[in-house]
């Protein structure tokens, strides 16, 4: 204690003490306990004396016996300055390793740049909820920014990140205390409510508050989202509930974006027709189960059969899917260029005979711009009809407009070194694309095939249709071949040979049919052309079909 040894020696006990409570914190404390531990002889205490310069005694006090008697008191203090500085160290440590253990804790469970719950959090949130017992509050509400890609593109990362941001922020004020919104990644958020009784209008109200303009880097953006919501009901596990609102907004991007849609169990069979499509697809060729059907085009000056198009079936084992129904999925996987060399060559194979037999008679093939994309799809066509003997110009390939959208050079190199062959191009479903009459001139093609939509405006035949008039004017102009598709009814027939149109294909002559009904359907489609060209048909009773 640092008693100076004179003033022990002067044995005064009142000068002792003065000078040791004149270092402790809390003197009257210390003399409390003197005065308490006097006062009770046989008592024993223990206690810590705290100085003012940071040390710690230890003081500890017990009686003093001699045989069964109380004679004195013993009083034993002990330095505990460094075992307590060791203890608080560690204190400190262990409670400086829990904060951090929290804050790590809850980056663990945070989104690092909105601040939003991660998919972590809310995958916890979301199960929580569900076994919490009572589903009919619980709703998922996923979605994602429309055009985010684009604004990364043009406006660069960091003005990606300030939209999420940004986007994160109008959502936290779209919902409940109770709701949870997190981001899972990406421009990809998803909200679980919990306490709402119309989920469909908070819906509504987040499709509204995205679409509200911002400014960003001095533009003006105006955000969108595609939404997909979906309820909980007694059995749907958390995966459920994600897929299903996955499914949906899927739904909302194909309804046009900008829009919240809900969950409707035709959408899963949906995608399950979906997959099974393309599963079917994949071996549909190698299993023989492409096939092609032929519908007979009339030749109207010369009131005979001339050209033949082949068309595509999948004969699959339950029924015949036609081919608007597999096209989209044969071209969005590739499988479009097995699928049409298939039919290419069943149709040179199947027609051969009657091609050979006379060089004026031509077969028409469909071509998706997919086929003529691929490197090397000239020369394949080149050496099938070389393999089976067929000439060049009795080949026509039909295109859409949307082939000459693309901006691959490679394609129009491909037509000019089949055309250089003698195969003939058609542009097909002419009039529903893109093209105006006045880009036809720099289109490599050779045939018009006016679309079934400007036929089917002919009812009477004594109308007056401008558009027919000047598309066959200004093709004729070019030197272009006119063939006029869906034809169904007399008066559409008699009008469309009167304006001029070279071809004439459609119902009202023959539909298409299956190789062996072909020579029938032929010779039915002539009789048709020739009764027309005499007049001696009567007029079409019925309304055309559409
Ligand atoms: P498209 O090339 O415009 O073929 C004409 C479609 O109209 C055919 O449908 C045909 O059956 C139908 N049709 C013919 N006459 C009439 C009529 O008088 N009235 C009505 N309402 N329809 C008529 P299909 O066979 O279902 O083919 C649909 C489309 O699928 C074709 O339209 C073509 O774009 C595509 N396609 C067909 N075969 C192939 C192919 O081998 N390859 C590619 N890439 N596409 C093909
Ligand atoms: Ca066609
Ligand atoms: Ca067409």
Known sequence: MGIPADLLDSHDDGKVMGFVLD??????????????????????SLDLLHFSDGRTFERYSRPQRVAEAVVGRVWSFRDITARMQAQDQARTAISDLARQADELKL????DHLTGLANRSLFRD???????????????????DLDDFKEVNDVLGHQAGDEMLIEAGRRLG???GPADTVARLGGDEFVIL???????????ARVVGALNAPFALYG??????????LTSADTRLHATDLLRRADIAMYAAKAAGKNCYVRFHPDMMAALLARTDLEAG???AVERGEITVHYQPVVNAPEATVTQIEALVRWQRPDRIISPSEFIPAAESTGLINAIGQEVLTQACTQLRSWLTGDQNRRVAVNVSAVQLRAPGYARTVLDTLAALGIRGDQLILEVTESVFLDPVQHISAQLGLLRGQGIKVALDDFGTGYSSLGRLQDLPVDILKIDQSFVSVIITGEEELPILDSMTAMAHNLGLKITAEGVETTEQARHLVRLGCDSLQGYFFTRPVPPQELAAAEKHATQRIKELRSGDVPETAAKPSR
């Open 23 to 44: 270092q402790l914190t809390d003197p009257d404390a210390f003399l409390a306990k003197v005065q308490e531990l006097y006062a009770e002889p046989s008592a024993e």
């Open 173 to 175: 004020r779209c919902v």
């Open 193 to 203: 409510l919990t306490s709402t009784l119309d989920p469909d209008a908070v819906a």
């Open 125 to 143: 949130r979301l199960d929580q909820a569900l076994n919490a017992g009572d589903r009919s509050r619980i709703h998922v509400l996923l979605l």
């Open 281 to 283: 697809l994949r071996t």
């Open 219 to 228: 533009r003006e953006i105006h955000p969108s989202i595609s939404l997909g």
């Open 107 to 110: 980056l663990a469970f945070q």
